[in-house]
């Protein structure tokens, strides 16, 4: 007998997904008959070293040339923002604008009154230094007035002291001279002076 050639049996292609994503169709492997009649050996296929996977294909969209339709409204919708942009931006300048505004007005607003507190108070410190100072003013001419009374007033207790010293003065030279004429006589007459000239000294 001859020796049949074993028959390879080719795989069929997959037909759904592209030829780089299908899986590498597994080796086949013969299978020897067995001379002795027993069942035959089915070997294992002989290990290959892993293969890295194949990039993946990727489909390239061509995107169709645009229309003048489409041109046109892409142009209008760019102008369109375009203007919402510029009436944003004209809208927050008048807010600033109408801030800064407002903030100056406050400011003079209150520096006028803080202007009109520091004359008023002004205003009243010069009054009351003005009547403190016609007050001094008065007591200094009271003062005065009062002064010139009570130095009237020592002149003529000085005045007064003085008439009275003289009075005593003049009493006390009378006295004296009443005691000497009386005593003159009593040596002229040898006789002793009598107790009733005692009341004199009175």
């Known amino acids: 007998m001859a020796e049949?050639?074993?028959k390879t049996v080719e795989p069929q292609a997959p037909l759904d997904p592209p030829p780089a994503l299908a899986p590498e169709p597994e080796p086949l492997v013969e299978i020897p008959k067995d001379v002795s009649g027993k069942k035959p050996v089915i070997l294992p296929?002989?290990?290959e070293e892993e293969k890295p996977e194949a990039p993946k294909a990727f489909s390239i969209f061509k995107r169709p040339a645009e229309t003048f339709e489409e041109k046109v409204l892409e142009n209008s919708v760019n102008r369109d923002r375009e203007l919402d942009r510029v009436e944003t931006e004209k809208r927050m300048s008048?807010?600033?604008a109408w801030e800064e505004s407002e903030k100056s007005r406050a400011e003079n607003k209150a520096h006028k009154k803080l202007s009109a507190i520091e004359a008023w108070e002004n205003r009243k410190i010069a009054s009351v230094e003005a009547e403190?100072?016609?007050i001094e003013e008065k007591l200094e001419r009271e003062k005065a007035e009062y002064v010139e009374k009570m130095k009237n007033?020592?002149?003529l207790y000085h005045k007064a002291a003085e008439e009275?010293?003289?009075l005593i003065e003049a009493k006390r030279e009378e006295n004296i001279l009443k005691a000497e004429e009386i005593a003159?006589?009593?040596r002229a007459k040898g006789t002793a002076p009598n107790k009733l000239l005692s009341f004199f000294w009175g």
């Open 4 to 6: 049949e050639e074993p």
């Open 45 to 47: 296929p002989p290990k």
């Open 94 to 96: 008048l807010i600033r």
């Open 132 to 134: 403190l100072k016609k």
């Open 153 to 155: 007033k020592i002149a």
């Open 164 to 166: 009275k010293r003289a």
């Open 184 to 186: 003159a006589e009593n």
